[in-house]
């Protein structure tokens, strides 16, 4: 369906769905919403333990509406995080989850590292996963 005439802002929604497709499968979730919070928290989480300039290399290489979920809310200004150790980047994607905690938050947040590395250049995702503390490298591998 065409709407824009724009070719990326057509393909929008459904590359969204792809990820959010692929987040399910890998998690093995029926929850769509559920994939959409872990996606969000986490892509929030690394946007904030990363400085400006890497946290907009990684988002220039995000598609359209994954790039305004990674940017929503974002304050440049209190970019890198701290602390920003493996506790605080977990604490941060379980605190949404007060509701239906998450069973497994490493599982969880790998997932979505794995989704990244699937669809970000190889380049950038090594950057991005060496801006990390030694930690939270190991939840990228």
């Given at each position: 369906?065409?709407?824009?005439?724009?070719?990326?802002?057509?393909?929008a929604?459904?590359?969204?769905?792809?990820?959010?497709?692929?987040?399910?499968?890998?998690?093995?979730?029926?929850?769509?919403?559920r994939?959409?919070?872990?996606?969000?928290?986490?892509?929030?989480?690394?946007?904030?333990?990363?400085?400006?300039?890497?946290?907009?290399?990684?988002?220039?290489?995000?598609?359209?509406?994954?790039?305004?979920?990674?940017?929503?809310?974002?304050?440049?200004?209190?970019?890198?995080?701290?602390?920003?150790?493996?506790?605080?980047?977990?604490?941060?994607?379980?605190?949404?989850?007060?509701?239906?905690?998450?069973?497994?938050?490493?599982?969880?947040?790998?997932?979505?590292?794995?989704?990244?590395?699937?669809?970000?250049?190889?380049?950038?995702?090594?950057?991005?996963?060496?801006?990390?503390?030694?930690?939270?490298?190991?939840l990228?591998?």
């Open positions: 369906m065409v709407t824009t005439g724009n070719k990326t802002l057509d393909h929604p459904l590359v969204f769905a792809e990820w959010l497709n692929q987040l399910c499968d890998d998690l093995g979730w029926p929850d769509k919403s994939a959409y919070l872990l996606l969000h928290e986490t892509l929030h989480a690394v946007r904030d333990f990363l400085s400006v300039d890497e946290a907009a290399d990684l988002a220039a290489q995000l598609p359209v509406l994954v790039r305004g979920v990674f940017y929503d809310g974002w304050d440049p200004s209190k970019t890198p995080a701290k602390p920003r150790g493996k506790k605080d980047l977990l604490a941060r994607i379980e605190a949404r989850f007060d509701k239906e905690p998450l069973e497994d938050p490493e599982r969880a947040a790998t997932a979505v590292f794995d989704l990244l590395r699937r669809h970000v250049s190889k380049g950038e995702f090594d950057q991005v996963r060496k801006a990390m503390r030694k930690p939270i490298q190991e990228w591998d």
